[in-house]
């Protein structure tokens, strides 16, 4: 399995802008594909972006489309997330993930994913 951790996650206020990091250690990170999800307390984790083992695709929960983009640098082992116009409902736990399978293309349910990070909280506030 793979180390996760991320960072980036604050308070906000709509309309705000942040960005999330996962650094990533333990597995060769440039042939996995990676999403992040976001959870709240009591519901099940929500699928918010991803992208294929070789980035060449993405996919995004739609809503988020269009004001969250997600992106990796391979040279440092890191995924990004980055949320503009940023709304109260985006309030949420954000969880990086790494595919269990190597060479996979996007996936978007959490048991497609087998490492998880600890968590950032993001607060957006009205």
């Known amino acids: 399995q793979v180390q996760l951790v991320e960072s980036g996650g604050g308070l906000v206020q709509a309309g705000g802008s942040l960005r999330l990091s996962c650094a990533a250690s333990?597995?060769?990170?440039?042939?996995?594909?990676m999403g992040w999800f976001r959870q709240l307390p009591g519901k099940e984790r929500e699928f918010v972006a991803a992208f294929s083992w070789s980035g060449g695709t993405t996919y995004y929960a739609d809503s988020v489309k269009g004001r969250f983009a997600i992106s990796r640098d391979n040279a440092k082992n890191t995924v990004y997330l980055q949320m503009n116009s940023l709304k109260p409902e985006d309030t949420a736990v954000y969880y990086c993930a790494n595919n269990r399978n190597p060479y996979s293309g996007v996936a978007t349910t959490p048991g497609e994913y087998d490492s998880w990070g600890q968590g950032t909280q993001v607060t957006v506030s009205s």
């Open positions: 333990g597995r060769t990170f440039r042939i996995y594909a």
